[in-house]
């Protein structure tokens, strides 16, 4: 069992309960998910299986999202877990000053995480702090958004927009939401989120915890192939005299040469792992299926 589940992470669910839920319905021990979703957001959710775990770290970072900001209302949590600081109506907002004000959250921009995330100051997590009624503000950080735009708008006394962001990795939106709501001069908040892809998995072809069950149970479960998800890294082939080789940790000369973190082959077919690539040599960084 190696590869990776493109699990829908149900509502209320932590991702690391998700884990625990796959790990027991496939009895497997090795079990990992990348790029951690709250428990009100619902969504991709990328899982390894087996050696699986040891690619997360190469995984694409590119994820997008159909998100509801409330404007109005501002919590602690920048989303509607948390406590309301203001609730002031705002009748008077109009979708074009929406779409002035969407201009500065397109591309690189600097963005403070909200308190409350998992992010570590001095070996901390935010969350663990701020629960204890210490509230650190997280160090400001440059994310990407690659797209953003309004799919609807509901107008009224705290009016809503559905949103779609498209991002790389680190962006919080409830960070967005929150700073909506500060060049709105209204207050910001998430109302809900649905993560739409991660990692290159799309939610049109996601699972349900309920959908892995009824695979198990008609003995039809599939894991995605484990280098399905690396599709932006080059590949190198190699012959099988010198795949074994590169498989046993000998590094091994590429021609053409290419440069950074690729994927190996053997005879273009077999994926055996994962090489760095440096001046005209693959050196082995994981091995994910050695040739005896």
């Known amino acids: 069992m190696q590869g990776f589940l493109n699990l829908n992470k149900p509502f209320d669910w932590t991702s690391h309960d998700c884990v625990a839920r796959v790990r027991k319905l496939l009895r497997l021990k090795r079990v990992g998910h990348a790029g951690t979703l709250d428990p009100k957001a619902t969504g991709v959710l990328p899982i390894a299986l ?78 663990d702090l701020a629960r204890k009624g210490e509230i650190v503000q997280a160090p400001t950080r440059t994310v990407e958004i690659f797209q953003i735009s309004v799919l609807d708008w509901r107008d009224g006394d705290f009016p809503e927009l559905d949103m779609a962001i498209a991002c790389g990795a680190g962006t919080y939106i409830r960070a967005i939401a929150r700073d909506l709501g500060i060049a709105l ?10 993560r739409t892809e991660s990692s290159s998995f799309p939610l049109t072809n996601s699972l349900t915890l309920t959908d892995l069950e009824a695979h198990l149970s008609a003995g039809i479960f599939q894991p995605i192939s484990p280098d399905a998800p ?47 690539s440096q001046d005209g040599v693959l050196i082995p960084q994981m091995v994910f299926e050695p040739i005896s």
């Open 50 to 127: 087996g050696k699986a775990t040891r690619l997360l770290q190469y995984l694409p970072g590119e994820k997008a999202y159909k998100a509801t900001i409330r404007l109005g209302v501002r919590t602690t949590t920048d989303d509607l877990e948390g406590e309301v600081i203001t609730s002031v109506p705002c009748s008077g907002l109009n979708l074009a000053d929406i779409n002035t004000a969407l201009g500065q959250f397109q591309g690189k921009i600097a963005q403070i995480p909200p308190s409350y995330s998992a992010i570590q100051v001095e070996g901390k997590r935010l969350y």
């Open 230 to 276: 690396l599709q932006h890294l080059k590949s190198v082939s190699l012959p099988a005299t010198s795949a074994k080789k590169w498989c046993q940790g000998q590094n091994i000369p590429v021609t053409p040469e290419v440069e950074g973190i690729v994927r190996i082959y053997e005879e273009e077919t077999r994926f055996l792992g994962i090489a760095q």
């Open 185 to 194: 001069q209204t207050g910001g908040t998430l109302a809900a989120l649905i």
